[in-house]
């Protein structure tokens, strides 16, 4: 008995290495759809940050900005309190007469 080696075509290399490589590309998308497609849980004690918008703008037209949150559909007015520290109030926008301006 000889020990043959077997040798391989450039078809049969070719082949092989694809199917590796395509093997590792099909395992890669399955964790990415597994791990990152998922929506996170949201801790009920915590805001859903998808439903947040911050915006600063002058919402009483005296030339400085206020902090308005928006979450889940209510605006409240973000600010800070006389020790500086931050403070969140209920806010709502209502819109003047005409004859009272």
Same mark, same amino acid.
């Given at each position: 008995?000889?020990?043959?080696?077997?040798?391989? *075509? @450039?078809? %049969?290399?070719?082949?092989?290495?694809? &199917?590796?490589?395509?093997?590792?590309?099909? +395992?890669?998308?399955?964790?990415?759809?597994?791990?990152?497609?998922?929506?996170?849980?949201?801790?009920?004690?915590?805001?859903?940050? *998808? @439903?947040? %918008?911050?915006?600063?703008?002058?919402? &009483?037209?005296?030339?400085?900005?206020?902090? +308005?949150?928006?979450?889940?559909?209510?605006?409240?007015?973000?600010?800070?309190?006389?020790?500086?520290?931050?403070?969140?109030?209920?806010?709502?926008?209502?819109?003047?007469?005409?004859?009272?301006?």
């Amino acid at each position: 008995m000889t020990n043959k080696e077997k040798t391989y *075509s @450039k078809k %049969e290399v070719f082949n092989t290495r694809m &199917n590796s490589f395509f093997n590792g590309m099909l +395992l890669t998308v399955i964790f990415y759809s597994f791990t990152m497609s998922r929506p996170k849980e949201v801790i009920h004690e915590n805001l859903n940050p *998808s @439903k947040l %918008e911050i915006i600063s703008q002058d919402l &009483n037209d005296d030339g400085g900005e206020e902090t +308005l949150m928006n979450y889940d559909g209510k605006s409240y007015l973000l600010g800070l309190s006389e020790e500086g520290r931050p403070m969140i109030e209920d806010y709502e926008i209502i819109p003047r007469a005409p004859h009272l301006e």
